[in-house]
T-cell receptor, first 115, second 115 residues
Framework: AQSVAQPEDQVNVAEGNPLTVKCTYS??????LFWYVQYPNRGLQFLLK??????LVKGSYGFEAEFNKSQTSFHLKKPSALVSDSALYFC?????????????FGTGTRLLVSP | NAGVTQTPKFQVLKTGQSMTLQCAQD?????MYWYRQDPGMGLRLIYY???????DKGEVPNGYNVSRLNKREFSLRLESAAPSQTSVYFC??????????????FGDGTRLSIL
C-alpha cells in the first residue's frame, strides 16, 4: 500500500535560518508527490508537486522540495524561514492502486518559526 | 475567487441526529472529495467523485453517504451521528482525478462535534 511518513511532529527554527520538513514515501512504481500547507482554521493549500523530471521542485512562497529516489524521500526546504511560515505541513502521495487521484496524506509536521 | 465553499463552518449535533454538509466549487472541476481530519492522523478520504454522476468509497466511508448533485456540488450526509464522527471535514476538488497529477483545492472545513 502507498504511504508517506513524516517523522517529526514539530520542527522549530529561528527566523532567517534554513528549514527542512522531512517526508519519506513507500509506493509501487513512480511516485506522484505533493506538499500542502495548512494555516489555523483554514483548508490545505497546495505548495508544490513532483511528477517527473528535475529532482528539485520549486513551489509557492519560496519553498522547494528535493526528490531523492534512492532514499525514497521528498523533503520540503526553504533557504530562509519567516515567522509567517509557521503552519502545519502535509506530505502526500498519489494512491497508485487506482487510476484516480486519491491522495494518501502523512500525519503532518507543525513548523514553528521563532522571531 | 471563492474556490471551494463549505457550509456550515461549525455544527454541534446530538448522537443519532442527521445532517448534511454542503460543498460547492466554482472552478469547473470534474473531481471532488470529502476528507476528515483528526489529530495525529492526517487527512483520510471518506468518499470521492471522479466526475459528475459517479461516487466511490474512500478509506473511511462507514456512517456516511454522499451525493454529487451536479458538477459544482458534492454533499456529505451523516444519517445517524456518532461521537466517533466528531472531526473537521474538508471538501476538495481537482480538474480531473484520472491523471493523478493535478493539485487538489480545499475548502476551509466544517468543524463538527457530536455530543
Amino acid at each position: 500500500a502507498q504511504s508517506v511518513a513524516q517523522p517529526e511532529d514539530q520542527v522549530n527554527v529561528a527566523e532567517g535560518n534554513p528549514l527542512t520538513v522531512k517526508c519519506t514515501y513507500s509506493v509501487s512504481g513512480n511516485p506522484y508527490l505533493f506538499w500542502y500547507v495548512q494555516y489555523p482554521n483554514r483548508g490545505l493549500q497546495f505548495l508544490l508537486k513532483y511528477i517527473t523530471g528535475d529532482n528539485l521542485v520549486k513551489g509557492s512562497y519560496g519553498f522547494e522540495a528535493e526528490f531523492n529516489k534512492s532514499q525514497t524521500s521528498f523533503h520540503l526546504k526553504k533557504p530562509s524561514a519567516l515567522v509567517s511560515d509557521s503552519a502545519l505541513y502535509f506530505c502526500a502521495v498519489r494512491d497508485m492502486n487506482t487510476g484516480f487521484q486519491k491522495l494518501v496524506f502523512g500525519t503532518g509536521t507543525r513548523l514553528l518559526v521563532s522571531p | 475567487n471563492a474556490g471551494v465553499t463549505q457550509t456550515p463552518k461549525f455544527q454541534v449535533l446530538k448522537t443519532g441526529q442527521s445532517m448534511t454538509l454542503q460543498c460547492a466549487q466554482d472552478m469547473n472541476h470534474n473531481s471532488m472529495y470529502w476528507y476528515r481530519q483528526d489529530p495525529g492522523m492526517g487527512l483520510r478520504l471518506i468518499y470521492y467523485s471522479a466526475s459528475e454522476g459517479t461516487t466511490d468509497k474512500g478509506e473511511v466511508p462507514n456512517g456516511y453517504n454522499v451525493s454529487r448533485l451536479n458538477k459544482r456540488e458534492f454533499s456529505l450526509r451523516l444519517e445517524s451521528a456518532a461521537p466517533s464522527q466528531t472531526s473537521v471535514y474538508f471538501c476538495a476538488s481537482s480538474e480531473t482525478a484520472q491523471m493523478g497529477n493535478q493539485p487538489q483545492h480545499f475548502g476551509d472545513g466544517t468543524r463538527l462535534s457530536i455530543l
